[in-house]
């Protein structure tokens, strides 16, 4: 049970000063800004804005953190949380405020800021890329395709990471040859979870060439979900003894991944 002064019975202010507190990932600070994000009241609203024009970054990103989700999910002060937004990416210069900001809008899917993120996506910090990627992965627009292919060749792993994912899953109904092949290109990247993403995104388009890449996943020393969902998405019939084969090595996998797997293969098989 909360006590008072904190979680659900605190103050907008306790519950501010709360989320000021540790470091960008406190659980407790995280814990507050939920609860106001599900308060969703002109009073929230009113002190997250104050926020945005304070003299600490910190204070500022706080800001950003508790408008992008302010009454989960509802639409509650949806212009005023916009344009606080995208006037906050023109003056703002710390890249962590940016980050809150991008990922904000993101949360928001806010349109009207596609130019500031398309310029946001330019910036010398990755932290201020990333936030631009969070931000243009989830607009309709073939301006925010263009940056996040930019975005998913970026020197940083976490941009090129959402940028990719925004283009193989939450773009998803968007296919050209340019982002195919911005796709394609991550196959070889150094992190695995990029080459998933990528791959997933490939089979999801039907892309001939994450048909080896698919075989050469599941023949791995370690098979990710997301070999296994390219593989449903494909279909190719040379995939099932290779699914098969997974089944029958057993060894340590989680509930997840076994729930899955026997899914694909049940989809192998009734196909």
Same mark, same amino acid.
């Given at each position: 049970m909360s006590r008072p002064g904190q979680g659900e019975d605190g103050s907008t202010e306790e519950l501010i000063q709360m989320a000021l507190e540790g470091d960008e990932d406190?659980?407790?600070?995280?814990?507050a800004i939920r609860t106001l994000h599900r308060r969703g009241t002109r009073e929230?609203?009113?002190?997250?804005?104050?926020?945005l024009g304070a003299s600490s970054a910190k204070e500022r990103?706080?800001?950003?953190? %508790?408008?992008?989700?302010?009454?989960?999910?509802?639409? #509650?002060?949806r212009a005023e949380r916009g344009e606080a937004l995208m006037d906050l990416l023109r003056r703002e210069r710390e890249p962590r405020v940016l980050l809150s900001a991008g #990922?904000?809008?993101?949360?928001?899917v806010e349109p009207r800021a596609l130019a500031e993120l398309i310029g946001l996506a330019s910036h010398p910090a990755a932290e201020a890329r990333y936030g631009a990627a969070h931000g243009l992965a989830v607009l309709d627009a073939p301006d925010a395709v263009e940056a996040l292919i930019?975005?998913?060749?970026?020197?940083? $792993?976490? #941009?090129?990471?959402?940028?990719?994912?925004?283009?193989?899953?939450?773009?998803e109904a968007i296919d050209t040859p340019r982002? $195919?092949?911005?796709?394609?290109? $991550?196959?070889?990247?150094?992190?695995?979870? %990029?080459v998933g993403e990528a791959l997933v995104g490939l089979a999801t388009r039907q892309d001939p060439r994450a048909v080896e890449a698919v075989r050469a996943a599941l023949r791995g020393?370690?098979? $990710?979900?997301?070999?296994?969902?390219?593989?449903?998405a494909l279909g190719d019939p040379s995939f099932h003894p290779l699914l098969l084969a997974i089944r029958d090595a057993?060894? %340590?996998?989680?509930?997840?991944?076994?729930?899955?797997?026997?899914? #694909? %293969?049940?989809?192998?098989?009734?196909?």
């Open positions: 406190d659980e407790r600070a995280w814990d929230v609203l009113d002190a997250a804005l104050q926020l990103g706080r800001g950003a953190d %508790i408008l992008g989700q302010l009454g989960t999910g509802s639409r #509650v002060f #990922v904000a809008l993101g949360q928001m930019q975005l998913s060749s970026d020197e940083d $792993r976490d #941009v090129r990471d959402w940028a990719t994912f925004g283009l193989g899953t939450l773009r982002l $195919r092949d911005a796709l394609a290109a $991550r196959l070889g990247d150094e992190d695995s979870e %990029i020393d370690t098979v $990710r979900v997301y070999a296994l969902e390219a593989a449903a057993g060894g %340590i996998a989680n509930d997840y991944f076994l729930h899955v797997l026997e899914e #694909v %293969i049940s989809q192998f098989e009734q196909g």
